[in-house]
């Protein structure tokens, strides 16, 4: 089955502490995605990337990084300059970063703080 | 910059209830403008979308939106509800002249459908 792998469904974070969530595909799709959702507030962009090796901020990169040294992954290191990490993760991909290609979403990653 | 604002945050209706959820956006040009819809337990999916043409789309599961340009809206409809309609509905917008960080998708902050049976 083709599709987005998001791990772990749920991660708990200490102050003070980086923590890195998963994002694979096996879509051959060449741009990825990373939202943060909270609820009443829908989806933001945290970073995207169009291709291997180059990443863009999104609206709310501040406190987090990305990296995206192959193809089929693109993971998310919450950083403990993010003051207010809890928050529900999700990852994306779309064939090309351009206007008629539909996102696919992974099942997402639950972040809270200890 | 471009905004969605999708204007029930939760609708409750019963079963065999009509239903429209509102979502108008922010830009004056040239707009692809989606429906995703995230059921309890399940991944976020693309319900319908509009680039060009009929402004009335049709989507999945008897959804359906249009596209009324002189009102900045994308409405989503469907003439009959269900229990398993219950879901997270989000509008988003997209701008296709642009890339980089201006072509991104931009999304509502989503309308909580629950059907009672």
């Known amino acids: 089955d083709g599709g987005i792998t998001q791990s772990p469904k749920y991660l708990f974070r200490k102050e003070g502490q980086n923590v890195t969530l998963s994002c694979e595909q096996n879509l051959n799709h060449d741009a990825m995605y990373w939202y943060r959702q909270d609820p009443g507030q829908g989806l933001r962009l945290i970073y995207y990337?169009?291709?291997?090796?180059?990443?863009q901020k999104g609206d709310i990169a501040e406190g987090y990084s990305v990296s995206r040294e192959k193809k089929e992954s693109f993971p998310l290191t919450v950083t403990s300059a993010q003051k207010n990490p809890t928050a529900f993760y999700l990852c994306?991909?779309?064939?090309?970063?351009?206007?008629?290609?539909?996102?696919?979403f992974g099942s997402g990653t639950q972040l809270s703080v200890l | 910059a471009q905004s969605v604002s999708q204007h029930n945050h939760h609708v409750i209706l019963s079963e065999a209830a009509s239903l429209e959820l509102g979502c108008n956006y922010s830009?004056?040009?040239?707009?692809?403008l989606f429906w995703y819809v995230q059921y309890p337990g399940q991944h976020l999916q693309l319900l319908l979308k509009y680039f060009s043409g009929d402004p009335l789309v049709k989507g999945i599961k008897g959804f359906e939106a249009e596209f009324i340009k002189s009102k900045f809206s994308f409405n989503l409809r469907k003439p009959s509800v269900q229990w398993s309609d219950t879901a997270e509905y989000f509008c988003?917008?997209?701008?296709?002249?642009?890339?980089?960080?201006?072509?991104?998708?931009?999304f509502g902050k989503g309308t909580k459908l629950s059907v009672k049976p």
């Open positions: 988003a917008v997209k701008n296709p002249n642009y890339g980089g960080s201006q072509g991104n998708l931009i």
């Open positions: 830009y004056g040009g040239t707009v692809n």
């Open positions: 994306a991909s779309s064939l090309r970063h351009s206007s008629n290609e539909k996102l696919f």
């Open positions: 990337s169009q291709i291997v090796n180059d990443f």
